[in-house]
């Protein structure tokens, strides 16, 4: 959402005070994955027990219903609301890692979640360019959106193409999307001993019939207990992953930040708009260069120190935040800031290549019924941490301005201590996943 810290600095909460729009917009991006960290593992289990398909169903619905919702919200407590709500039913991030891992096997997995930070990255780009373009429609459009209804709910339009786009994946789960949970099973009304329809395994993934039991039995096996999954094979990637959602997120929030402060103020003071296509390029750029080089640099370099590699280019990015704005302070939005951002953007690339390497670990679960609890339990800690680094990040960037710690800078230094404290996550990781 570039619009985002716009959006808070017309609130009452701020005051007209344009240092403390950092506390307020982290705390709001933070409070997303607050909510999720306290309901995607039980999302998680209940796939893992119901299967994947009703879970993502609910998902996308309550992701539909809260952004109209956050459109229509007026007040600072009313994002607080909605963006609530947006966690608290969206357990799909998780799942659908396990929809992917449960699609493909040995030998096309790499191939598979190459893909997954693509989709994720085409988000990143239409997403921002979306939100800056559509926010505030009266002032880019004012002959088509001239009802009062506009100016009262400026940042109503970019909300409502995320519920229809919501709107549209639910529909596309519903009518395509066949479950995949080995032995999922969907009664009408509970078998009696014999009556039971087998499991059907058709195509490349599970189809099943009208009413199906788990394949050879009559019986349906619960979950694996939590408890089987606290061994390092599982524990050491999910403290990967969760480095990797902190890192990420509070970059993606400095950045967001930085852009639209006004120079005097610690960034570069860019409009909404031109945040938001810089934004979008990062996201093209890093979705088509993995979707082709992922698994090749996987097969090259090994997938653990392809990740080891991708986590150190965050001590870069940080690194480059204060360059940057030295050079706009004394010159202004001259090339070599351009040049820089340019840099930025190839260092955003290799560091979302951690997150495929983290899934494949991920994804080697020990045992395959946990796959749903494994992923939950991993989007837990990485939606804890996500909570921590948009609220970290932009409160850290505030208040290093505010009081001039080391030159405003100080904020930058705290984050590349963080990625180089968690580094040591990534040297505990086997050689290959699954070994």
Known sequence: MPYINQL???????GGDA????????LIQSLFYVTQALTVLHWGRVSDRVGRKPVLLLGT???????????LSRTFWG??????ITGALNGNIGITKSVMGELTDETNRAQGFALWPM???FGNMFGPALGGFLSRPQDHFPRLFAASFWGDYPYFLPSLVVAMFAAFAFMMILLFLNETLPGAVLYKSRPTMGDGEETSRGGDYGTTSETYGPS???????PAPLRSLLVPKVLVPIACYASFAILQVALIALQALFYSTPIEHGGLGFTPATSGIWMSCQGAASGIIQAFFFAPLTSKLGVKTLYRISHGAYTLSFGLFPIIHMIAWRSGIVWSVWALLACQLFLFVVQNMSLPCVLLYLNAAPNPKALGAVNGLSQTTASTARAIGPALATSMFAYSVEHNLLGGYAVYLVMIA??????????????????
């Open 8 to 14: 808070v600095s017309e609130l009452d909460i701020v």
């Open 19 to 26: 240092r403390k729009v950092g506390y307020y917009a982290g």
């Open 61 to 71: 619905f309550g992701l539909c219903l809260s952004m109209t919702c956050f459109g």
């Open 79 to 84: 994002l607080v609301l909605s963006r609530c």
């Open 119 to 121: 989709t994720w990255s």
């Open 216 to 222: 050879g039995s009559n019986e349906l096996d619960g």
């Open 418 to 435: 963080l990625t180089l404290a968690t580094s040591r996550f990534g040297v505990m990781l086997p050689v290959e996943p699954g070994k």
